[in-house]
């Protein structure tokens, strides 16, 4: 059995990791596509080398561009590439403009398409990715959900047939990392003189937050008012941004700082107060680390993380300040993302429901 995986941005290429594992150990061809949606190497590069990921055997180098420029240049690359490879399943992970492109190239073909992470809903349709995981979703003919809400979100939308509850593979390669950097100190606290628990750990990238001047400079305001150091992993499109808009992104309370690897991300989180972000993935994994989490955002995907205390959604500065300080929440060994065996469960499910 041949899989092509469809990756372009540094969340998917967290996901890629136990896959690319599982596949292997499964005997299972997996021939991997990088899109080139993040091509910074901090974004990109670093993600495959620290990961133990293979090489990518495809790299379309799209690069940057606006929603239709860059789907619709992945869409022109990616029917040459599955008609050269046409593998039994074309799986495509997430949410972004890589996702849907592919889903759309593969069912253009006649080629079957799993969705990992399927079922995730904001219901905010002013979010791009909001409407790449429906339009996935309803597509596909294999949607690996992994939760149990997002099982059931699938089935309000009448794709209960095509759902597979396979539980999340971000837990998979968060623990198994988490185990690796766990005894050393982080590098992040010591490039910045930092105290274990003296700081807060800091990600903003949607575009409702940084495509408004307005906007971004409130955000930046509060993550500057905070009570301790507050280090934000900027984007190279956010320091864009700020810089057009004349935004300093170092001041009062907050340090800019380059992306970290993904192991240093984590080793940084682990020994924080706490992370702010915007960042889908990075909500999860302050709850899998059993760290407090922000999120500057009207709504949420994990809506788990948010019943069980570890995650508070602020839009203020005030709530920003109020959620960061908030006791900490209540132990818990609720695993609503499963216990980190999503990736073989995603092979076996993907080798029994082959379809060519």
Known sequence: MKIVSVVGARPQFVKLAPIAKAADAAGVEHVIVHTGQHYDPMLSDVFFSDLGIAAPDVHLGVGSGSHGVQTGAMLAALDGVFDAQQPDWVLVYGDTNSTVAAALSAVKMHLPVAHLEAGLRSFNRRMPEEHNRVLTDHAADLLLAPTEVSVGHLAAEGLAERTVLVGDVM??????????????????????????????????????????????????????????????????????????????????????????????????????????????????????????????????????????????????????????????????????????????????????????
């Open 171 to 356: 837990t998979d390669v968060l623990f198994e990392v988490r185990d690796q950097v766990g005894a050393s100190p982080s590098r992040l606290r010591t490039e910045l003189g930092l105290e274990e628990g003296g700081y807060y750990v800091a990600t903003i990238h949607r575009a409702e937050n940084t495509d408004d001047p307005a906007r971004l400079a409130q955000v930046v305001d509060g993550l500057a008012g905070l009570d301790r150091p507050v280090v934000l992993l900027a984007h190279p499109r956010v320091v864009a941004k700020a810089a057009g808009a004349g935004i300093e992104l170092t001041q009062g309370s907050l340090v800019s700082h380059a992306p970290l690897a993904y192991p240093d991300l984590i080793s940084a989180a682990l020994s924080s107060a706490g992370v702010v972000t915007d960042s889908g993935g990075l909500q999860k994994e302050a709850f899998l680390l059993r760290v407090p989490c922000t999120t500057v955002r009207t709504e949420t995907e994990w809506v788990e993380t948010v019943e069980l205390g570890w995650n508070v959604l602020a839009q203020t500065a005030e709530e920003i300040a109020a959620g960061v300080s908030r006791p900490r929440p209540a132990d818990t060994d609720t695993a609503p993302y499963g216990e980190g065996k999503a990736a073989v469960r995603v092979v076996e499910t993907l080798i029994e429901r082959r379809i060519r």
